[in-house]
């Protein structure tokens, strides 16, 4: 261990892993984590079959990440499946989400007059194209905030509510006064990643999980003359007279380096809590009630509909992506914690499961870096969202590429590699 390094990356979360978690946990680990040390009932299959996420995140197929992983070429170690719904929660009913103006016209989510409207507002989104002023019909997105682009076509307060938080993925209703063009952007993106697989969601989600994703990270650091260190308990990082890193030590060796890239645990003076996520998770013996049977889906739950301060998210997933005995289910159900009560928190998520074979719950805090990087050489990524989803998670990888590289990651990258999603 006593050699120096550009770079070393503590920890083995996503983030981490892209940047050189969410390690997958089996079932009699997640029966340890949170029952202590009964074996897990044979009722639930066999351990050696469970690849149980503990921050699930489903991926845009046209989104940031995918374009990530193509681009460091790690998508050859990897499989894809497309995910089989998208759905919210609107009026105490499960919906599936409209994307496109022919689906607004299906969609039971609105009546005949707000569907003719809903098409509308959907054809300009699909015919808006930033760099051509004719299709933007005399409107700036960059000075016209979200609420009065959508005002514009009439739309009532439930459609706002789908458009803002199941397609344009906005966690809170603070999008509605800042510019229009990101939520455009966003919606876009979402009617992009659902053409591609012409499935029934934008999702894409590796088989047997996402551990899969730092072990491939590893071999494709391995390829290009990265090492990695496994079992390094207890590292600390060394700093010099100046105050920045320089190293870490672990079991009395020290690996010499120039930067640190890390998360929020290994330097807790250097980071502070924003916040707090409820979780739970369940295992079923089914699929996740109206929702067309769907082996995997995704349902958002608009904090408006529920009164929160921010969205609720299900997640589920099964043995048709190899993270669960056949037969079995795996969903969490994840917000922004406002009291210290997951359980009664997370109610309105879990009642929409149906009969649970297992459930147990958790909260984590979230952190955020407060140090300068550029005086201490520390580069730290922030705590995991509550979300399902991971545009936000790899917006933080891309800004830390940024200032550790100084240079910005052309993503503009053949989305056909990772065609495999499609099998």
């Given at each position: 261990?006593?050699?120096e390094?550009?770079v070393?990356?503590?920890?083995t979360?996503l983030?981490?892993c892209?940047l050189?978690?969410?390690?997958s946990?089996d ?7 949170f029952?202590?040390?009964d074996?897990?009932?044979?009722h639930l299959?066999p351990s050696?079959?469970?690849n149980?996420d503990?921050?699930p995140?489903?991926m845009?197929a046209?989104g940031?990440l995918v374009?990530?992983l193509?681009?460091t070429d790690?998508t ?6 497309a ?6 929660f609107n009026?105490?009913?499960?919906h599936?989400?409209p994307a496109?103006d022919m689906?607004a016209?299906?969609?039971?989510l ?7 409207r809903?098409?509308?507002f959907?054809?300009?989104v699909q ?5 051509d ?9 960059t000075?016209?905030?979200a609420k009065e682009f959508i005002s514009?076509y009439?739309?009532d ?9 199941a397609?344009a993925l906005?966690r ?8 229009a063009?990101d939520?455009?952007k ?5 009617e992009e990643s659902l053409?591609?697989?012409q499935g029934?969601s934008p ?7 996402l551990?899969e994703?730092?072990?491939a ?8 003359g ?7 308990p207890?590292?600390?990082?060394e700093f ?8 870490v030590?672990?079991?009395?060796e020290t690996a010499r380096?120039?930067?640190v890239v890390?998360d ?5 003076n250097k980071?502070r ?6 979780r ?11 929702t067309d ?7 958002i739950?608009p904090q408006?509909?529920?009164?929160h301060?921010?969205?609720?998210y ?5 043995y048709?992506h ?7 289910f795996i ?13 009664v ?6 009642d929409?499961l149906g009969?649970?074979?297992e ?6 805090d979230r952190?955020?870096p407060v ?5 201490d050489?520390?580069?730290?990524s922030?705590s995991?969202?509550?979300t399902t ?8 990888v891309?800004?830390m590429y ?5 240079k910005?990651?052309d993503l503009?990258v ?7 999603a499609e099998?």
């Amino acid at each position: 261990m006593d050699e120096e390094y550009d770079v070393i990356v503590l920890g083995t979360g996503l983030k981490e892993c892209i940047l050189s978690g969410l390690l997958s946990v089996d079932g009699l680990k997640l029966w340890k984590r949170f029952r202590g040390s009964d074996k897990p009932p044979a009722h639930l299959g066999p351990s050696r079959d469970y690849n149980v996420d503990m921050i699930p995140k489903f991926m845009m197929a046209n989104g940031t990440l995918v374009r990530t992983l193509i681009h460091t070429d790690v998508t050859k170690y990897l499989s894809f499946k497309a995910v089989d719904g998208s759905y919210v929660f609107n009026k105490g009913k499960i919906h599936k989400v409209p994307a496109t103006d022919m689906e607004a016209l299906k969609s039971p989510l609105m009546g005949l007059f707000e569907k003719r409207r809903a098409r509308k507002f959907f054809i300009y989104v699909q015919n808006y194209d930033e760099s051509d002023p004719k299709t933007h019909e005399g409107l700036d997105l960059t000075r016209v905030t979200a609420k009065e682009f959508i005002s514009k076509y009439g739309l009532d307060d439930n459609t706002v509510d789908f458009i803002g938080h199941a397609l344009a993925l906005h966690r809170d209703d603070r999008y509605l006064n800042e510019p229009a063009l990101d939520t455009v952007k966003r919606i876009k993106l979402y009617e992009e990643s659902l053409a591609r697989f012409q499935g029934g969601s934008p999702y894409i989600y590796p088989l047997y999980g996402l551990g899969e994703l730092p072990q491939a990270f590893a071999r494709l650091s391995a390829v290009y003359g990265g090492t990695y260190m496994l079992n390094k308990p207890e590292c600390k990082v060394e700093f010099d007279m100046e105050g920045k890193a320089c190293g870490v030590t672990s079991e009395g060796e020290t690996a010499r380096c120039k930067k640190v890239v890390c998360d929020p645990s290994y330097l807790p003076n250097k980071v502070r809590k924003v916040g707090k996520v409820a979780r739970a998770i369940a295992i079923m013996s089914h699929p996740i009630p109206n929702t067309d049977e769907s082996h995997s889906a995704q349902v958002i739950l608009p904090q408006k509909q529920l009164g929160h301060k921010s969205d609720m998210y299900l997640f589920c997933c099964s043995y048709s992506h190899n993270v669960a005995p056949k037969g079995k289910f795996i969903a969490f159900v994840s917000t922004e914690a406002e009291t210290d009560r997951p359980e009664v928190e997370l109610k309105p998520g879990i009642d929409l499961l149906g009969p649970v074979d297992e459930l147990f719950f958790e909260t984590y805090d979230r952190y955020e870096p407060v140090n300068e990087p550029s005086l201490d050489n520390c580069f730290i990524s922030t705590s995991y969202d509550a979300t399902t989803h991971f545009e936000s998670t790899v917006m933080d990888v891309l800004s830390m590429y940024t200032m550790i590289t100084g240079k910005t990651l052309d993503l503009s990258v053949d989305l056909s590699a990772a065609s495999a999603a499609e099998e």
